[in-house]
């Protein structure tokens, strides 16, 4: 929410493609009153910040990625990340890393997982 190195990437990685389960849009739209909380900003601004960031996601319906969700719960299962199962099967099918803060992901085996450090080298990369 707040200024700052992560939100910023959104912006600046242009040579990036940021994606993400379709879902995403509802999940943010459900919580966005706790997460302006949270950060303590208005609802407003909450609402307008997370409406710039889903704007430079593509959101990707269940169809792109349901022939690896198997495999995802399999994975997630193994590495006790329970409830990640979309967001690796995504990345089975797009064979992309994902750019996350979740410890989780980082026991998945085979899972690249890019710190916010790799995101901002990767936009200075134009």
């Not at 910023?8 to 909380?37: M, Q, R, S, W």
């Not at 990345?91 to 996350?100: E, F, K, V």
């Amino acid at each position: 929410m707040k200024d700052g190195t992560i939100r910023d990437c959104f912006f600046t990685a242009d040579n990036l493609a940021f994606v993400a389960p379709a879902y995403l849009e509802e999940e943010i739209a459900a919580h966005v009153g706790e997460v302006a909380e949270r950060s303590r900003v208005p609802l407003e601004t909450a609402k307008t910040v997370l409406e710039d960031v889903l704007a430079v996601i593509e959101l990707l319906p269940w169809g792109a990625y349901s022939h690896w969700i198997e495999r995802a719960r399999e994975l997630v299962v193994r590495a006790h990340a329970h409830g990640d199962e979309d967001y690796v099967a995504l990345c089975l099918a797009m064979r992309a890393p994902i750019w996350t803060l979740d410890r989780d992901f980082h026991r998945i085996p085979g899972l690249k997982v890019l710190s916010t450090k790799d995101i901002v080298r990767a936009g200075e990369r134009k």
